[in-house]
């Protein structure tokens, strides 16, 4: 195959007109029949290197994926862009299984999608090589292998193919990126001398924030209602809190649902459906959620509570922004996770293990505390050196800390807290200690006589704001515990004694709100702006579509599609046609309809410029 007629298929197809990285060299391996290993993160466009080699050969291609819920819709995305592809389940009845057998000797499908289990039942063998298999691709590869995080005993079934089939390329793909899981996948898979491909884990379209956990319920709701029109991930580290959040972003008029392992079955699957089908807006889940899921537009992942390591962190916000388009992540950080996690390592009996826990734990909590790039850390735990000064999308490079010797500082406040103790026998809140420090006249210091305290007004370098967010940086460090509940309290910790006696030199966070500098705001990798009015009829047009047809809307076209239309304004079949996501098919299954509904818009509304 020419140059020329991969990309032709790829635009007739798909709509696209250039590959993304890697895509190009691993459908030319594909091609030449090598058995290909390929590491790409999510959203890298794996499914393409296998989908177009399927176009351009003759015969069929064999997908082994591990999700049953996934295959219709990643089939249904195939047969909406005129692909003939199918799959083989148990959720089939008899006679729908049947037709689909009938088309397979007819030659009828590129495609044909197949559960691991499914390979291994009565005949299947001699059935694929009757319906001239070519090429076995094996998505999820990582499924096979126990050191992975999603270990599935069937995929060890896929070996039995090799050895059927030793002539046939095998392609794996996986975005796990751990070197164990990896060499684990070529042994069990035997590939034989596969062509290697590993895509730079760099998301660059995706923003990284941690913000220390102070009001969560409140956090969590500002952060959803910031992005009133768009689909999120809440992840939580307890089943209680996933159902707690969702009530909570119901009762403020937030589509919400949860989801975790010990929801019924058949809750999990329609509360999943929803969220798919943009019923649901914001999905409150376990990390039991995610795998199953393909969705392109989750613009946002929050995380509750800390994750057990960087590697777990790194997939589930993976899940947002497949699609290109911006997408944030953000970690509620705090450090009373770490106290408990800890707490729940030491419960581990064997030590390997829980050294090898402690480990990530560690590598887990530097990321959320460095001030550092938070993308330039992520990388490094990939082995990924990021070559940029400032990545332009991540807190700590969007809005610099700058530090000071906070050592006195410090010690005032904790003194503080000692001597108040001391002298009452209980502990306060943060706004008496604060109140305390700068010397303020209340009742309270009054009635309690912490006027007469040494540390009474000694802190007048700062104003109470600031003094509350160097106290809130103690409690990150634990010098300083705040006790659950309204009357919360502040008590002086161990480690916080301990400090006291040794006051080694303390770097913290500059309090005083950094003015910003009028720099120039490098643009978002993956902004799109269009004519958002349009943009939002475009969607609903695409809801309407979509309920019609019983698929997700990202089948009928993705966002990105619909921003470039909201750009270019298209109401000519040929201008149509010309969009990103516009391959033959959906122009001609729904050009009318878009470009109808774009010159309408224009009718009543000016045109923009972008
Ligand atoms: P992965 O399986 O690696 O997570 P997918 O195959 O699901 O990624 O692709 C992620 C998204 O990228 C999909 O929405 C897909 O349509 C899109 N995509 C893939 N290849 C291209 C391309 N060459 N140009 C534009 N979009 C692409
Ligand atoms: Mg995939
Ligand atoms: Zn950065």
Same mark, same amino acid.
């Not at 969560?216 to 209602?225: C, G, S, Y």
């Not at 809130?472 to 515990?481: S, T, V």
């Not at 298209?570 to 046609?577: D, E, K, L």
């Given at each position: 195959?020419?140059?020329?007629?991969?990309?032709?298929?790829?635009?007739? &197809?798909?709509?696209?007109? $250039?590959?993304?990285?890697? *895509?190009?060299?691993?459908?030319?391996?594909?091609?030449?029949?090598?058995?290909?290993?390929? %590491?790409?993160?999510?959203?890298?466009? +794996?499914?393409?290197?296998?989908?177009?080699?399927?176009?351009?050969?003759?015969?069929?291609?064999?997908?082994?994926?591990?999700?049953?819920?996934?295959?219709?819709? *990643?089939?249904?995305?195939?047969?909406?862009?005129?692909?003939?592809?199918?799959?083989?389940?148990?959720?089939?009845?008899?006679?729908?299984?049947?037709?689909?057998?009938? #088309?397979? &000797?007819?030659?009828?499908?590129?495609?044909?999608?197949?559960?691991?289990?499914?390979?291994?039942?009565?005949?299947?063998?001699?059935?694929?090589?009757?319906?001239?298999? @070519?090429? /076995?691709?094996?998505?999820?590869?990582?499924?096979?292998?126990?050191?992975?995080?999603?270990?599935?005993?069937?995929?060890?079934? /896929?070996?039995?193919?090799?050895?059927?089939?030793?002539?046939?390329?095998?392609?794996?793909?996986?975005?796990?990126?751990?070197?164990?899981?990896?060499?684990?996948?070529?042994?069990?898979?035997?590939? =034989?001398?596969?062509?290697?491909?590993?895509?730079?884990?760099?998301?660059?379209?995706?923003?990284?924030?941690?913000?220390?956990?102070?009001?969560?319920?409140?956090?969590?709701?500002?952060?959803?209602?910031? *992005?009133?029109?768009? $689909?999120?991930?809440?992840?939580?580290?307890? =089943?209680?809190?996933?159902?707690? %959040?969702?009530?909570?972003?119901?009762?403020?008029?937030?589509?919400?649902?949860?989801?975790?392992?010990?929801?019924? +079955?058949?809750?999990?699957?329609?509360?999943?459906?929803?969220?798919?089908?943009?019923?649901?807006?914001?999905?409150?889940?376990?990390?039991?959620?995610?795998?199953?899921?393909?969705?392109?537009?989750?613009?946002?992942?929050?995380?509750?509570?800390?994750?057990?390591?960087?590697?777990?962190?790194?997939?589930?916000?993976?899940?947002? #922004?497949?699609? #290109?388009?911006?997408?944030?992540?953000?970690?509620?950080?705090?450090? $009373?996770?770490?106290?408990?996690?800890?707490?729940?390592?030491?419960?581990?009996?064997?030590?390997?293990?829980?050294? /090898?826990?402690?480990?990530?734990?560690?590598?887990?909590?530097?990321?959320?505390?460095?001030?550092?790039?938070?993308?330039?850390?992520? %990388?490094?735990?990939?082995?990924?050196?990021?070559?940029?000064?400032?990545?332009?999308?991540?807190?700590?490079?969007?809005?610099?800390?700058?530090?000071?010797?906070?050592?006195?500082?410090?010690?005032?406040?904790?003194?503080?807290?000692?001597?108040?103790?001391?002298?009452?026998?209980?502990?306060?809140?943060?706004?008496?200690?604060?109140?305390?420090?700068?010397?303020?006249?209340?009742?309270?210091? =009054?009635?309690?006589?912490?006027?007469?305290?040494?540390?009474?007004?000694?802190?007048?370098?700062?104003?109470?704001?600031?003094?509350?967010?160097?106290?809130?940086?103690?409690?990150?460090?634990?010098?300083?515990?705040?006790?659950?509940?309204?009357?919360?309290?502040?008590?002086? $910790?161990?480690?916080?004694?301990?400090?006291?006696?040794?006051?080694?030199?303390?770097? %913290?966070? *500059?309090?005083?709100?950094?003015?910003?500098? @009028?720099?120039?705001?490098?643009?978002?990798?993956?902004?799109?702006?269009?004519?958002?009015?349009?943009?939002?009829?475009?969607?609903?047009?695409?809801?309407?579509?979509?309920?019609?047809?019983?698929?997700?809307?990202?089948?009928?076209?993705?966002?990105?599609?619909?921003?470039?239309?909201?750009?270019? &304004?298209?109401?000519?079949?040929?201008?149509?046609?010309?969009?990103?996501?516009? #391959?033959?098919? +959906?122009?001609?299954?729904?050009?009318?309809?878009?470009?109808?509904?774009?010159?309408?818009?224009?009718?009543?509304?000016?045109?923009?410029?972008?």
């Amino acid at each position: 195959m020419s140059p020329v007629d991969l990309s032709e298929l790829l635009k007739r &197809y798909f709509g696209f007109d $250039s590959f993304r990285p890697l *895509q190009e060299e691993i459908i030319r391996a594909a091609l030449e029949g090598r058995d290909a290993f390929v %590491l790409m993160p999510t959203g890298g466009g +794996k499914s393409l290197c296998y989908q177009l080699p399927a176009l351009a050969r003759e015969g069929l291609t064999v997908v082994v994926s591990p999700l049953i819920a996934l295959m219709k819709d *990643q089939v249904d995305a195939l047969q909406s862009a005129g692909v003939p592809a199918t799959f083989l389940n148990s959720t089939l009845d008899a006679a729908e299984a049947r037709r689909r057998l009938a #088309g397979l &000797y007819n030659g009828e499908y590129r495609l044909l999608y197949v559960a691991p289990e499914r390979l291994m039942l009565d005949g299947m063998l001699d059935r694929l090589e009757q319906w001239q298999t @070519e090429a /076995i691709a094996i998505d999820e590869a990582h499924c096979i292998s126990e050191w992975g995080h999603d270990f599935r005993p069937e995929y060890r079934q /896929i070996a039995e193919l090799r050895f059927r089939f030793p002539d046939l390329p095998f392609m794996a793909f996986t975005a796990t990126a751990t070197d164990r899981v990896r060499a684990d996948i070529v042994t069990q898979l035997k590939l =034989r001398d596969p062509a290697k491909f590993v895509a730079s884990f760099d998301r660059a379209n995706l923003v990284y924030r941690v913000l220390p956990r102070a009001q969560p319920q409140r956090q969590v709701l500002e952060w959803v209602n910031k *992005q009133p029109e768009d $689909s999120g991930i809440i992840y939580c580290s307890s =089943r209680a809190r996933t159902e707690r %959040l969702a009530d909570m972003l119901n009762e403020n008029g937030v589509r919400a649902a949860a989801y975790h392992a010990g929801l019924d +079955k058949k809750v999990r699957a329609r509360n999943q459906e929803a969220f798919i089908r943009d019923d649901v807006r914001v999905m409150c889940a376990t990390i039991a959620f995610g795998m199953g899921i393909d969705k392109p537009d989750v613009r946002f992942v929050i995380h509750h509570d800390l994750p057990k390591n960087l590697e777990g962190y790194y997939q589930e916000t993976g899940r947002a #922004g497949r699609d #290109g388009l911006p997408a944030e992540c953000v970690l509620l950080f705090n450090a $009373s996770d770490v106290a408990k996690q800890t707490g729940f390592i030491m419960e581990k009996t064997d030590e390997h293990e829980q050294m /090898i826990a402690r480990n990530m734990l560690q590598q887990m909590v530097h990321y959320s505390e460095t001030r550092d790039c938070r993308r330039r850390s992520l %990388l490094e735990y990939f082995s990924e050196t990021y070559a940029e000064e400032n990545c332009g999308a991540c807190d700590n490079c969007l809005e610099p800390k700058e530090t000071f010797d906070g050592t006195v500082a410090a010690q005032k406040m904790l003194s503080c807290a000692f001597r108040i103790r001391e002298k009452s026998g209980f502990d306060f809140g943060l706004n008496h200690l604060v109140e305390v420090l700068t010397g303020g006249d209340t009742e309270a210091v =009054r009635k309690w006589g912490h006027d007469q305290l040494s540390t009474y007004g000694i802190g007048d370098e700062f104003g109470r704001n600031e003094w509350k967010a160097i106290a809130r940086e103690l409690m990150r460090l634990n010098f300083l515990h705040q006790t659950p509940g309204r009357m919360s309290v502040l008590e002086l $910790s161990a480690d916080g004694i301990d400090w006291l006696r040794a006051k080694t030199p303390l770097e %913290l966070t *500059q309090p005083t709100v950094p003015k910003t500098k @009028e720099k120039k705001r490098k643009p978002r990798v993956g902004d799109l702006a269009c004519d958002e009015a349009l943009f939002d009829c475009l969607r609903e047009l695409r809801r309407t579509l979509a309920s019609e047809r019983g698929v997700p809307p990202y089948i009928v076209f993705s966002d990105v599609a619909l921003r470039h239309m909201a750009r270019d &304004y298209p109401i000519t079949p040929a201008a149509f046609g010309l969009i990103h996501g516009v #391959g033959d098919k +959906k122009l001609e299954e729904f050009g009318d309809m878009f470009t109808a509904e774009i010159e309408k818009y224009l009718e009543a509304n000016p045109r923009k410029e972008f």
